[in-house]
């Protein structure tokens, strides 16, 4: 049996660099990946990572999916040109330009969250963060396909939401999924973000919590130090399931996803 593991350091764990990131899971998970670049309308967002693969189904047939997903990034070069895995505006654009691609050839969507959350700063907000966020939720919510949301990290606020709008939410026993962070929720509850441990415990942020408040489907054990341990490992245990889900989705009708989607949503809470 495993020891008891605080709130805080499981958050901690969730914010390892040493863990395996979006584009691990994405190389193990989707065979042919070819990454797409752009919103369209603005830029580039490195905190974002949209494009195509194939993903072999546990009856063996192969089938392509479009994946997005949050990156930090690992060196600090790269975690710069991902901003640390806060998306701006354009990010989430190209969510949405994922999206739209993926209703028309009717390809399911896999994402996976790692992020603090959406970019706070004042270019994000001139250029409507909070409007490019929202529209990600309505489209994700009415998409006529099956989706899947694997955390893999850290999942903050809206950042993440903006990905997790699924049929299925899976995530790994050290990742965490909030409204803010521990130490946001300290400082503005208590105006002490040195109370971060305490935050954590009364947020309930744990997958271990989420599953039992029925918002997470199913949480993927970890090693014994975390996912950083034995990689390997945890990403196999990701790509199983994620097959395993997928191969149950796609045996329902579009009414039926969206009915089920719908009623997910609306009992969380009660």
């Known amino acids: 049996m495993k020891k008891q593991i ?3 350091e499981r958050v901690k764990m969730a914010r390892d660099a040493k863990r395996p990131g979006a584009l691990e899971y994405i190389a193990a998970i989707c065979g042919d990946f070819f990454e797409v670049h752009g919103d369209r309308a603005y830029g580039d967002d ?6 195509i693969g194939k993903l072999e189904l546990p009856d063996s047939r192969e089938l392509a999916v479009s994946v997005a997903a949050t990156c930090r990034g690992r060196t600090i070069e790269e975690r710069v040109r991902r901003n640390f ?5 354009d990010g989430y654009r190209k969510l949405q330009r994922c999206l739209a691609q993926a209703v028309k050839f009717r390809r399911p969507l896999i994402t996976f969250i790692d ?3 959406a970019y706070p700063g004042k270019s994000a907000e001139e250029r409507g963060q909070g409007m490019a966020i929202a529209e990600c939720l309505y489209q994700m919510s009415a998409a006529p396909i099956p989706i899947i949301t694997v955390v893999i990290g850290e999942g903050g606020s809206g950042g993440a939401i903006a990905l997790g709008v699924a049929d299925r939410i899976i995530m790994l026993e050290n990742a965490v999924l909030s409204v803010l962070s521990a130490e946001g929720f300290a400082s503005i509850l208590w105006k002490d973000a040195s109370r971060a441990a305490e935050a954590s415990e ?3 942020l744990t997958a ?3 599953l039992e408040h029925k918002i997470a489907d199913f949480v993927i054990e970890e ?3 975390g996912a950083s341990e034995t990689p390997e490992v945890v990403i196999g245990r990701v790509r199983d399931r994620v097959r395993s889900e997928l191969g149950d989705l796609l045996r329902l009708s579009e009414a039926q996803l969206l009915e089920r989607r719908y ?3 609306r009992v969380i809470g009660k």
């Open 208 to 210: 271990a919590d989420l």
């Open 85 to 89: 895995g806060m998306a701006q505006p």
């Open 115 to 117: 992020t603090p959350g």
């Open 46 to 51: 490195g905190a974002v990572i949209c494009g």
């Open 6 to 8: 605080p709130a805080y």
């Open 223 to 225: 090693p014994e130090g």
């Open 202 to 204: 009364v947020m309930k």
């Open 263 to 265: 009623q997910k949503y």
